[in-house]
């Protein structure tokens, strides 16, 4: 899955070469008359091999939340989900800071691709020693697991998105045990993401795969350099340690640990020298680490995610398109980047898609040529659509008032800031926003439940090749599509766009559908932004990173 959610506030947990959850600054513009934000758009976590960690050490890290379903591909799963299962669970390919995927030595000897009958084929040779924790060999079996569950075709399994697996016509033995070849429909420009990892075979039950997650990391189904160590659900904490049956490179740290924490706390945990880096995408909190010195690094990237504001289009008051389109209209999304951005002395200008970023080639500003702020024309828009203002300047229908909730998570001063000028904006058109206060702890609950009106995230990406999961966002039975909006039509559409053959077709096709699918008026993009990360000299391998991904073993302190 490239895409993951995470909560829109302020950066205050790091997962390995991922800013975990979206900034959000303070509550007024200004620079801090701190040198400006530089960007390394290949990721600045201190790249260093193996070689060059020590061993021995340990690494202790923030998490804004440990939730429930720890099931990285199902589809309540989250980033944070992702950060943790990303410590034991098999990392069959790698990345580079640019998104340029190869394959893990540890776990793969060969990987190549070639298109035969209009087909594109690829054939994977897996180590021979490869084996899940529990002695089940990793083989031809386990991709043909990861397909089975994920490509849609069974709707008992409740996954998070079934792209590119759905392309694929068969996945089956080849030479041994030991190799598979994996055949699509079609030529496909994509593969190469297709199997970041794999699913161990007892996930091919439905029930398993659903349920085998919940309030526990099992694992027996891991493989790789750590295995899980404790995994305190009621406590917040949970520690990974090395894998004595890891047959590669030994990870070179004796304990990770991963803390759930609130904002406020992750930072007094850092400066305590409690944890060892926290993001510092916010005033405050660079203000903070800059103040300790020497003692700290500050680690910045772009920062490959898209943060969003979600209308709930199966919540009563929001079920009419014009209500969703009058009240994005109304909202000044410049105003919403400059508290994202205060004190950070950076700038960008607005996104408009979340298919590409600004930075690549083929970006469109997608969102920009549909909506633009401007309160009158949001009034008219619901006045039209039979919203009048009552007297206490609230509009009613039907003798109900425009009154939503708005779910703030968390407890960080930047996103309370955009909580205050949501409303603001939203009163200046006749629309009052409630806002309601819940723990970070919550954020997976929320969105399972659709227990909002209004509701800050971010999408973080895995991959620059956005256009392969369109449907993650925009098809109507995604469940990362949290606004509820899209059409079969619009459905059947994108099954079209990802049949056409090479990735210059698709992205071309891509923004007239992304026009189509952001006419729902259901997700709004306003910030993306720099990755920033407050490190603890010499660690290696942790940070901002844009798109890359590294070997577990490889984390660690430098020599």
Same mark, same amino acid.
């Given at each position: ?6 909560r829109a506030g302020v950066a205050a ?195 398993v795969f659903n349920k085998g997650f ?14 899980? +160590?404790?995994? #305190?659900?009621? %406590?917040?904490? =949970?520690? !990974?340690? &090395?894998? $004595? ?105 607005l996104p408009g898609s979340f298919v ?5 080639? +083929?970006?469109? #500003?997608?969102? %920009?040529?549909? =909506?633009? !702020?401007? &309160?009158? $024309? ?182």
């Amino acid at each position: 899955m490239t895409k993951t959610t995470m909560r829109a506030g302020v950066a205050a947990a790091v997962s390995v070469l991922a800013l975990t959850l979206a900034s959000c600054g303070s509550d007024s513009s200004g620079g801090s008359g701190a040198a400006p934000v530089q960007i390394k758009f290949d990721g600045d976590y201190n790249e260093k091999a193996w070689e060059d960690v020590r061993q021995g050490g340990t690494l202790t890290l923030a998490i804004n939340e440990i939730a429930e379903q720890q099931n990285p591909d199902h589809g309540d799963a989250t980033g944070y989900t992702s950060t943790l299962a990303g410590w034991y669970l098999p990392q069959v390919t790698l990345m580079d800071g640019k998104g340029t995927v190869r394959a893990n030595p540890d776990y793969l000897t060969g990987m190549k691709d070639e298109v035969k009958d209009g087909k594109t084929v690829v054939t994977y040779d897996i180590r021979p020693e490869a084996a899940f924790n529990d002695g089940t060999p990793i083989d031809w079996r386990a991709f043909e697991t990861t397909w089975k569950a994920l490509n849609g075709s069974n709707p008992d399994y409740i996954v998070s998105a079934t792209d590119g697996f759905e392309a694929i016509e068969s996945v089956v033995r080849g030479e041994n045990d030991k190799q598979v070849v994996v055949t699509y429909n079609r030529e496909f420009p994509w593969w190469f993401n297709q199997f970041s990892s794999v699913l161990h075979p007892a996930l091919r039950d439905p029930e398993v795969f659903n349920k085998g997650f919940l309030s526990k990391l099992p694992d027996q189904w891991g493989a790789g350099p750590y295995k899980v +160590g404790t995994a #305190d659900f009621q %406590g917040g904490t =949970v520690t !990974f340690v &090395p894998n $004595e049956k890891w047959w590669g490179p030994k990870g070179r740290l004796d304990t990770v640990t991963f803390r759930q924490m609130e904002s406020q706390a992750s930072l007094n945990a850092f400066k305590a020298g409690e944890i060892d880096a926290t993001g510092v995408a916010d005033k405050e909190r660079l203000a903070a680490a800059r103040q300790m010195g020497d003692k700290v690094e500050i680690r910045t990237s772009m920062r490959t995610a898209n943060v969003l504001l979600t209308l709930n289009s199966k919540a009563p008051l929001l079920k009419d398109v014009q209500v969703r389109k009058g009240i994005m209209t109304g909202i000044d999304r410049s105003q919403m980047a400059a508290i994202q951005f205060n004190g950070l002395d950076y700038t960008e200008k607005l996104p408009g898609s979340f298919v590409m970023f600004q930075f690549q080639d +083929g970006y469109k #500003d997608i969102f %920009g040529d549909l =909506v633009s !702020f401007n &309160p009158d $024309e949001a009034r008219k828009i619901l006045d039209d659509a039979g919203w009048t203002v009552g007297g206490d300047g609230v509009r009613e229908k039907d003798g109900q008032k425009l009154s939503l909730k708005y779910v703030l998570v968390g407890d960080d001063q930047g996103s309370k800031a955009l909580a205050t000028a949501l409303q603001k904006m939203l009163k200046d058109i006749g629309v009052d926003l409630q806002v309601q206060s819940r723990p970070s702890s919550d954020f997976a609950k929320i969105l399972e439940t659709k227990d909002f009106d209004v509701f800050a995230s971010a999408f973080n990406s895995g991959s620059p090749d956005g256009v392969a999961y369109f449907g993650q966002v925009y098809a109507s039975d995604s469940t990362l599509n949290n606004s509820g909006t899209g059409t079969p039509e619009l459905d059947r559409k994108i099954a079209e766009l990802q049949k056409l053959p090479t990735a210059k077709e698709q992205i071309e096709k891509s923004h007239e559908l992304e026009k189509e699918g952001l006419s729902t008026y259901g997700i709004m993009p306003w910030a993306n932004g720099p990755a920033m990360s407050a490190v603890k000299p010499g660690l290696a391998n942790i940070g901002p990173a844009a798109f890359a991904s590294v070997a577990k073993e490889n984390i660690g302190w430098e020599k």
